[in-house]
Each structure stands twice: as structure tokens, then as C-alpha cells.
């Protein structure tokens, strides 16, 4: 059976009711969410950086090994060359015997270089590390302290934001889905969430613009969904102005 446009507009009031006490949960929390979570991607990003220094660091250090090595093949090549140089029997081996000794003590000399430089670079990616690692510990600070003050606010809602979001997901099932579509872009667009209100004091209570009488007493029919001509909430119905009865004055006797 088809739900009356009363019963529509009772659930739908009854779904803004429960998002609107989840949103002043979610309110009380602030930013600290977000800030977490930023954190924690800041956090990441350090570390993908540190682990790359450490890479850099394995790798420069393998490099000052090689050229080590390569500079100890040198030494042994320019120990057997000066061996051969004493047994040369003409100027022509004792001239390339001699080119292959300067070749070698090149090669040590720019092998020396590179390990110099690679020792200054590692220096340098060190200064980095320690940096990065006490830039990285303030923040693992800063994240244990925002996760604390969360998880206090959280522990302290999480029963009634449990029961909230049971209730919620009850009170969508009542709803037709195109409606509960409608209702959830509107919620979305809404700064202050409200996608369902009343009209209070002759103006929408979402957006504060009049609403005509005659377009009053057609939302208190119910006869079919009305929205706001300015914001597009949702009219549930009409809040009825209580008049309060001026206070008469006693009047003083004079004695």
C-alpha cells in the first residue's frame, strides 16, 4: 500500500530529525577527524621518504665498496706491472708497461674521488635522515595526542551514534527511494543539513524566506510534497505561533 503525502512527510521528518542529532555528534568532534587523518598521510609520506634515504644510503655504500675493490685491483695490477717493468727487454714494453701503470694510478685517483664523494653525499643524505626523523617523531606525537582527544569524543557518543545509525537505516527503509534520493542531494547541499523543516513564524526554518500564506495553508493540507521556492528544503509542515496572554499589571492602591 501506498504511503499518504502526511506519512511521507512524518518519515521524512522523522530520517532529518535522526541526521540532525548525528550531525551535532559529528559537529562536537570538529575538524579533529580530518586532522587525524591528515596526520596520518603525512606520517606515510615520511616514511616513503626515509625509506628512500635508507635505499640511497645502502646504495652509496655499495659504491664506495666497488670502488674500493676496483682501487685494490689497481694496486695488484700496478705491483705485477713494475714486476714486469724490471724484465722488459726493450724501450717499446717498458713504455706500455708504463702507460698501464699511469692508467692505473688514474684509476685509483678517480676512484678516490668518486668514494670522496660519495662519503660527502652520504654525510649529506645523513643530516637529511636525522632531520626528516625528528620532523617525523613531532608528528607521530602530534598524531598520538589527536587520536586520544578522538577516541575520548568518540567513546563518549559511540552507543548513542550506534543506535543513531540503527535507527537511521530503519527509518530509510520507510522511504521511497527516489524520495530518499531527493532528500539525501538536498541534505548534501544544505550547510547546515537540513533537508526537511518547518515553516516557523511564516518563514522556512532552512533558508529564513517568507512563505506566502496561501502556500502555508496549502503545506498544512498535505495533499501533496512542497518545497521551498528559495533553498528547496522540504516543507513537513506549518509550526502554529502560540500567543502568549499579556501580563496585567496590578495596579498599586494608594493607601
Known amino acids: 500500500m501506498e504511503s499518504t503525502v502526511s506519512q511521507k512527510l512524518e518519515a521524512l521528518l522523522n530520517l532529518q530529525k535522526i541526521d540532525s542529532r548525528l550531525d551535532a555528534i559529528f559537529k562536537v568532534r570538529g575538524a579533529l577527524p580530518e586532522e587525524v587523518q591528515d596526520l596520518e598521510d603525512e606520517i606515510v609520506g615520511y616514511e616513503t621518504r626515509l625509506e628512500k634515504f635508507n635505499s640511497d644510503l645502502q646504495s652509496l655504500e655499495e659504491d664506495i665498496k666497488s670502488y674500493k675493490e676496483n682501487i685494490k685491483e689497481s694496486e695488484r695490477l700496478i705491483k705485477k706491472y713494475q714486476e714486469q717493468q724490471m724484465n722488459v727487454r726493450n724501450n717499446r714494453e717498458y713504455d706500455a708497461i708504463t702507460k698501464e701503470l699511469e692508467l692505473q694510478d688514474l684509476e685509483i685517483q678517480v676512484s678516490k674521488k668518486k668514494i670522496g664523494e660519495a662519503q660527502a653525499r ?134
Open 122 to 255: 652520504i654525510e649529506s643524505k645523513n643530516a637529511d635522515v636525522d632531520a626528516l626523523k625528528e620532523t617525523l617523531n613531532e608528528r607521530q606525537k602530534d598524531l598520538e595526542t589527536k587520536k586520544s582527544e578522538l577516541d575520548t569524543i568518540i567513546s563518549e557518543s559511540e552507543n548513542e551514534e550506534s543506535k543513531l545509525k540503527t535507527d537511521r537505516e530503519k527509518a530509510s527503509k520507510k522511504i521511497e527511494d527516489r524520495l530518499l534520493k531527493s532528500y539525501n542531494k538536498i541534505r548534501d547541499n544544505a550547510k547546515n543539513g537540513l533537508a526537511v523543516v518547518m515553516v516557523k513564524r511564516g518563514a522556512c526554518g532552512g533558508c529564513f524566506n517568507i512563505v506566502p500564506p496561501q502556500r502555508q495553508a496549502d503545506i498544512r493540507e498535505k495533499k501533496k510534497l512542497i518545497v521551498c521556492e528559495h533553498c528547496g528544503r522540504i516543507f513537513a509542515g506549518v509550526e502554529d505561533e502560540i500567543e502568549e496572554e499579556p501580563v496585567k499589571k496590578k495596579r498599586s492602591t494608594r493607601s
